[in-house]
């Protein structure tokens, strides 16, 4: 079913139009030495906008990957000079979409892109069933962290 909906989402959805945005962001913030990180983010967040059905990014460390110390501090500047910007222009595609009956998987994903391009750096494309048991495993060890003390 994820195909379909992909399928669907790349040709009459904006997926294309999506990567498309993503992929040129990605260029442009490339072009400077402190963009690199941004950058790489937008390339990121634009194979996920072309296909963002069945998948979902989380947090790195639930994967078992290690942050970048100073992710925190970048995704605030993130929020700041594009993240608010991209969120409200997704979500404004969402509600438009929303309002038809067909387009409402189509907007679904537009909000999934909303959060995303909120604060994308530090997370990481999963498929759905690997996001449910990363933050299973969290949950636990976070359960096991508190108990112990």
Do not use: Q, Y
């Amino acid at each position: 079913m994820a195909l379909i909906f992909n399928i669907l989402w790349f040709i009459l959805g904006g997926g294309f139009f999506a990567c498309l945005f993503w992929l040129f962001f990605g260029l442009i913030l490339c072009i400077t030495v402190i963009g690199i990180p941004f950058g790489i983010a937008a390339f990121r967040i634009a194979s996920f906008a072309a296909f963002p059905f069945g998948k979902e990014l989380i947090d790195a460390r639930k994967v078992g990957e290690t942050r970048i110390p100073t992710t925190g501090f970048v995704n605030f500047l993130w929020i700041i000079l594009a993240g608010l910007w991209l969120s409200i222009g997704h979500i404004l595609a969402g509600i438009g979409l929303f309002v038809t009956i067909i387009g409402i998987p189509f907007a679904l994903a537009h909000f999934k892109l909303a959060v995303v391009s909120f604060a994308p750096l530090g997370k990481r494309i999963v498929s759905k069933d690997t996001a449910k048991a990363a933050n299973l495993r969290s949950a636990s060890d976070a359960v096991e962290k508190r108990f112990k003390n």
